[in-house]
């Protein structure tokens, strides 16, 4: 490592309060013309319990951003019409339904040339994954089904394992389905129907048929295939794709005869592999991996605790014969394309960043893009093809601009069988070498996600507080090749260990932590791993876990994805077969070593990880006379930390930060 002279900061701390008074940009779409950028921002309302948000214009070429949309209810995810004149978007503004906080998204359209927005649906339940037909006569949107009767106290009767998910809660017998709704006014459409869901619908060229995802597999209540299916207008469906893997996000090529998507060819249960950009007939056949020797992954997968894991947007065509994408490499996230025909991968944008999601223009030249970097959550960004990145929007440049925030070192260390392993050190406010620092490990989760050059709020409260900050990509993270990520399945709590504590080993022998002031934190995987750190190791002087995992054998029924990834990543092993197995890479199987005070934080409506394995974990504790506390938050899901009540989400980092303090 570099050595450094002291460093002293005239700005103060970034704080968990100033959550508050954080800009989230959550989409941006670029015209048909390419010569403006509708951008949806979202922040926390007054209440603190919950968000606000509106539509905003800018110019592609520069000048002010101008709020087209206002209101006290969250509107999103604007779409252009084919001939730029109206944006459509979602809302729920409005008063909300008896016995509802909230009223249903449903959509509204805004004419540019001026005028208010105009409500185009009255659907009962939350409308999404908008597009709009190539003639701009009507629109194709998913829906769930609509509430039949209301219910009090409805007694839930189940006959599959696919009952309930951490988004939606305990389910019914409702699904989402595709729908048409026309813009002269007609009454909206249904166009699929079934036992199953339905969603990411897009229009042919000819406007005649929409493709879309679905699972419609014999299997379909305990495997995760998904396949591509297209509906014509008058509702008859054909499938695709072959009904063994997992496919998405669905583009048509220019003359309707293909289909492109991003998936694997083998659905697994988890994300521990490689999903590549493929072809396939429109009119159904064989598929063909066009990314086939390139050992990287589509899509962003490096993480932020400032927005939800991003969903990765169709691939487009451009007219000179390729296919550009999304996709992730260690650490980044930039655009990348490749031959129509497959092969020739090569880099469209390039940075230490994070490309969330893009679109591109009617020519397939100028892009817009939700752009993050290590000390930006986010801003518009505007380019063109082969050419540098502008930035668009200064969302959150005066709150930075007035708190110290730390600029990530890369580090690279070696773990586990010589494994080269890459890292972020974040440099305490005040920082001087000659003195001795607290030093906090993050562990992220997935594990098949990354970190990498996104900001993350938690990160910059504990660097403002004085802690230094290592964050690393063990075996097991994305972005690295398909070896690496596989490298932790069946070996939870192996290897992957030996990686974090190689990279706090390596901190450590710069000189300038303080062995004795040694802590460990991290959320969903992160929160497995921290529980299993505190139970092998003494060095954490404290630890705070996050929606965690701490048995096996209970997840694996209780999960929302236990029986389907749970089964994977420990390598086959089920309850009854191999339980063994599960019960040796569960942290609850030592808990008689813990030693280390843990602060045990966790959503009550957490169906990934439910709140009875940190319930498990707290009274095992107590009963041992250990140091624990045990912190609920009602109401919000495994997404508490990205996307969860303001309040909620304040109160968390602020509490790991404290808990650190009280442990000196």
């Not at 197995?581 to 990934?608: F, G, M, Q, W």
């Amino acid at each position: 490592m570099a050595r450094y002279a002291a460093l002293s900061s005239s700005l103060p701390p970034l704080t968990s309060e100033d959550l508050y008074e954080f800009r989230f940009l959550t989409d941006a779409q670029i015209s048909p013309d390419g010569e403006r950028i509708a951008y949806a921002v979202r922040w926390s309302n007054d209440a603190r319990d919950s968000y606000r948000g509106a539509i905003w214009l800018v110019p592609f070429g520069g000048g002010p951003a101008r709020q087209v949309t206002s209101g006290d209810g969250q509107d999103s995810s604007p779409r252009w019409s084919p001939d730029g004149r109206t944006l459509a978007f979602v809302s729920d503004r409005g008063e909300p339904p008896k016995g509802r906080r909230r009223a249903p998204r449903n959509v509204y359209l805004l004419e540019l040339d001026g005028g208010e927005a105009r409500r185009l649906t009255a659907f009962t339940e939350d409308c999404g994954d908008l597009t709009w037909s190539p003639d701009g006569s009507r629109l194709a949107l998913v829906v769930r089904d609509a509430k039949q009767a209301e219910d009090d106290q409805p007694i839930r009767v189940y006959d599959r394992a696919r009952y309930k998910t951490d988004e939606g809660g305990l389910l019914d017998e409702r699904h989402k389905h595709v729908w048409l709704v026309p813009l002269d006014g007609g009454a909206p459409q249904q166009v699929t129907t079934g036992d199953w869901d339905d969603g990411q619908p897009e229009f042919s060229p000819d406007g005649a048929e929409v493709a879309f995802v679905s699972n419609r597999t014999e299997g379909r209540d305990i495997n995760t295939v998904a396949d591509i299916h297209v509906v014509t207008l008058s509702g008859d469906a054909r499938r695709v794709t072959d009904g063994k893997g997992s496919y998405g996000n669905p583009a048509w090529s220019a003359d309707g005869k293909t289909i492109l998507c991003y998936g694997v060819d083998e659905a697994m249960g988890s994300s521990a592999q490689n999903a590549h950009l493929w072809s396939f007939p429109a009119a159904g056949g064989s598929g063909r991996d066009l990314l086939a020797g390139w050992d990287r992954t589509v899509g962003s997968s490096v993480i932020s605790d400032m927005r939800a894991h991003a969903q990765t947007l169709p691939p487009a065509a451009t007219d000179d014969g390729r296919i550009l994408f999304l996709g992730s490499d260690q650490g980044t996230a930039n655009a990348y394309s490749c031959r129509a025909n497959g092969g020739d991968v090569r880099a469209e944008t390039m940075g230490a960043h994070q490309v969330v999601s893009w679109t591109l223009d009617r020519a397939r030249r100028r892009f817009a893009a939700v752009l993050a970097t290590a000390t930006d959550p986010g801003n518009v960004a505007a380019g063109t093809l082969g050419g540098p990145m502008r930035k668009a929007s200064c969302l959150n440049d005066e709150l930075l601009g007035k708190r110290y925030i730390a600029a990530p070192e890369r580090l690279e260390f070696t773990g586990a069988d010589g494994w080269k392993i890459e890292g972020w050190l974040l440099r305490p406010r005040d920082f001087d070498q000659q003195k001795k620092w607290p030093l906090v490990l993050e562990v992220h989760g997935g594990p098949h996600t990354a970190y990498g050059h996104s900001f993350f709020h938690e990160f910059q409260v504990l660097a403002g507080r004085g802690y230094a900050v290592l964050y690393t990509n063990p075996r097991g993270s994305h972005a690295y090749g398909e070896a690496f990520v596989k490298a932790c399945v069946g070996d939870w709590g192996g290897k992957d260990y030996e990686d974090l504590i190689a990279g706090v080993d390596h901190v450590l022998a710069a000189g300038w932590v303080d062995p004795k002031r040694v802590y460990v934190t991290g959320g969903s995987y992160g929160g497995f791993m921290t529980n299993w750190a505190v139970g092998h190791t003494d060095r954490f002087r404290a630890a705070a876990t996050q929606r965690s995992i701490s048995n096996n054998i209970s997840a694996f029924g209780t999960s929302d994805i236990g029986w389907h990834f749970w089964e994977h990543e420990m390598g086959d092993a089920t309850p009854w077969r191999d339980a063994e197995k599960l019960v040796y890479r569960s942290p609850l199987t030592y808990v008689t070593n813990v030693k280390t005070p843990l602060l045990i934080l966790h959503a009550e409506r957490d169906l990934r990880c439910p709140i009875e394995q940190a319930e498990q974990l707290f009274v095992a504790l107590k009963v041992l006379g250990r140091e624990a506390v045990f912190v609920r938050y009602p109401e919000d899901n495994h997404d508490l930390t990205r996307g969860g009540k303001p309040k909620h989400r304040v109160d968390h980092c602020q509490r790991i930060a404290d808990w650190f303090d009280a442990h000196p």
